[in-house]
């Protein structure tokens, strides 16, 4: 056998067991996506979301996140001046 044989052999065999690994079907409960009537249970937990909320909007407007770096490369990189 050649080594082009071998390798299309090889790639056969891998795709055959890919292919009939995606064939199981999967029943997967996930006990981390309640529904909304028992999230919001309390006044606080309501609180506690748009406050979880506002923060993410926050670090996305002006924290943690490459909006300030990618500014400063801009920055760096274009001069308004001759």
Do not use: H
Not at 18 to 38: A, E, H, S, V, W
Not at 52 to 65: C, I, K, M, V
């Amino acid at each position: 056998m050649n080594s082009k044989t071998g390798i299309l052999l090889a790639l056969f065999f891998f795709g055959f067991l890919i292919l009939q690994g995606c064939t199981t079907d999967m029943d997967i409960r996930n006990d981390n996506d309640p529904d909304t009537k028992r999230v919001m249970v309390t006044p606080n937990d309501i609180e506690e979301l748009i406050s979880g909320s506002f923060r993410l909007y926050w670090f996305a407007a002006n924290g943690f996140f490459p909006a300030n770096t990618l500014s400063v490369l801009g920055d760096v990189k274009s001069t308004s001046w001759g």
